[in-house]
């Protein structure tokens, strides 16, 4: 899902692109709250603090292998976690003094908690669903919590809670919000059905559109400016999949799509590297339908029940809910021996050691030269642009060193090789 740079002349010949064949994972089990048996992940951060929901259920921040219960406002009794950012700080939703069943979205913050209001003209409920590392929050507003009847908002401290419309219909719900403050969700349009959108304070709302039928929706925007979503796929029936946009809404498919039952996939998170978790059902062959959670990568999606090692033995998951820039992935689990639901966190295994030797760009020729090794006797090596994860192109195995020269406009900076393997290093760029 990488994008190849448009202006790279590669020297020497392709080997063939792979990250997920052997990529495995190590499981982790993120608890629950003392005396309770059951808890639900959302939001992960590059830290790998996760936060997520109890029982009870109060909002929860997962850490160092520790579970946080983050409370409520004054005076409630209910709070959920949805979104966090590199900080720590998460957002969600509270039950506050004398509230009866209304709840306010609220910010977790250092042991605070604070009250993000509501919009008047949409009704007194509203969740926090996505901050960024500026510590804006989007979500929406609404006569409750779980209707398709409300507005989107973003929300900051200096301005407080604003509305920021909808693609010509009459209600929209933001999900997830960027460093560039690009916000993405679903809003109604002006006919029918409700579309994934892209909106920043400039332009406004775009409509991201659909795989087919009416029914999109943006779960999670990367810092590239992409989404992570669900879409109908016709016009026809009921079924969706999992989408990836970069520019234009690429369909991901579903791991049961022999048949009409298992055909559907929700796509939940996507990192840096364009990698999206979610949820599908593996093939159907008669009985109940098996929920599984996904990673897609490289063009291919992928049950994480397969990819993890003996850590994941007593573990069935469900849901895939968020992954960071380190392919560290948050996950609905059930325990098997127990019967117990809990957060999970699953952590790459990298089986190799990637180095890089040699990194030089020579300004006269527009060259960029790349060096490096791995411990893998059968890995591919790739370059990419740190920066941007743009994919330069592949080194060429020659005796115990993988080799590479590149036609490149500008010098990148600062290189990252990734191996097939799972193992990747990174080095800044010597000029000459």
């Given at each position: 899902m990488n994008r190849v740079h448009p202006l790279v002349l590669l020297f020497l010949l392709a080997a063939s692109i792979s990250m997920a064949d052997a990529q495995t994972y190590t499981l982790t089990d993120l608890g629950t709250l003392p005396g309770q048996t059951v808890s639900h992940p959302a939001g992960i951060n590059n830290q790998a603090q996760v936060t997520g929901t109890s029982v009870t259920p109060h909002a929860l921040l997962f850490e160092n292998g520790l579970v946080q219960d983050l409370g409520t406002l004054p005076g409630g009794s209910i709070s959920t976690g949805v979104g966090i950012n590199d900080l720590g700080q998460v957002v969600g939703d509270s039950q506050y003094q004398n509230s009866g069943s209304i709840r306010h979205a609220v910010l977790f913050s250092d042991g605070t908690r604070t009250d993000l209001g509501f919009l008047p003209q949409s009704g007194n409920y509203s969740r926090g669903n996505g901050i960024n590392n500026l510590s804006e929050v989007v979500g929406h507003s609404g006569p409750s919590l779980d209707t398709s009847n409300t507005r989107a908002f973003?929300?900051?401290?200096?301005?407080?809670?604003?509305?920021?419309?909808?693609?010509?219909?009459?209600?929209?719900?933001?999900?997830?919000?960027?460093?560039?403050?690009?916000?993405?969700?679903?809003?109604?349009?002006?006919g029918f059905g409700f579309h994934a959108f892209l909106w920043d304070a400039l332009n406004g709302m775009q409509d991201l559109g659909t795989i087919?039928?009416?029914?999109?929706?943006?779960?999670?925007?990367?810092?590239?400016?992409?989404?992570?979503?669900?879409?109908?796929?016709?016009?026809?029936?009921?079924?969706?999949?999992?989408?990836?946009?970069?520019?234009?809404?690429?369909?991901?498919?579903?791991?049961?799509?022999?048949?009409?039952?298992?055909?559907?996939?929700?796509?939940?998170?996507?990192?840096?590297?364009?990698?999206?978790?979610?949820?599908?059902?593996?093939?159907?062959?008669?009985?109940?339908?098996?929920?599984?959670?996904?990673?897609?990568?490289?063009?291919?999606?992928?049950?994480?029940?397969?990819?993890?090692?003996?850590?994941?033995?007593?573990?069935?998951?469900y849901t895939a809910?968020?992954?960071?820039?380190?392919?560290?992935?948050?996950?609905?689990?059930?325990?098997?021996?127990?019967?117990?639901?809990?957060?999970?966190?699953?952590?790459?295994?990298?089986?190799?050691?990637?180095?890089?030797?040699?990194?030089?760009?020579?300004?006269?020729?527009q060259s960029l030269a790349v060096q490096a090794t791995t411990t893998s006797d059968t890995a591919t090596l790739n370059v990419y642009i740190t920066s941007t994860d743009t994919l330069i192109g592949p080194l060429t195995r020659r005796g115990d060193k993988f080799r590479g020269k590149f036609r490149l406009p500008t010098n990148p900076g600062n290189i990252t090789v990734k191996s097939s393997a799972g193992g990747s290093a990174t080095a800044d760029v010597t000029v000459r």
């Open positions: 973003i929300w900051d401290a200096s301005n407080g809670m604003r509305d920021i419309g909808t693609l010509g219909g009459q209600f929209a719900k933001a999900f997830s919000i960027n460093d560039s403050s690009l916000v993405t969700g679903t809003a109604q349009a002006s087919g039928g009416d029914v999109s929706s943006g779960n999670f925007i990367n810092a590239n400016g992409h989404v992570a979503g669900t879409s109908t796929i016709n016009g026809i029936d009921s079924r969706e999949h999992a989408f990836l946009y970069d520019g234009v809404m690429l369909d991901l498919g579903a791991i049961g799509s022999n048949n009409f039952l298992s055909d559907r996939s929700f796509g939940y998170g996507v990192n840096i590297h364009d990698e999206v978790v979610g949820s599908t059902y593996r093939p159907y062959e008669g009985g109940s339908l098996v929920q599984i959670a996904f990673v897609y990568r490289d063009g291919q999606m992928f049950d994480l029940e397969t990819l993890v090692d003996a850590s994941g033995a007593d573990y069935r998951l809910t968020g992954i960071n820039d380190a392919g560290q992935i948050a996950v609905d689990a059930i325990r098997i021996s127990t019967g117990q639901l809990h957060a999970v966190l699953l952590t790459p295994n990298s089986v190799d050691t990637v180095a890089i030797t040699a990194a030089t760009y020579t300004t006269a020729r």
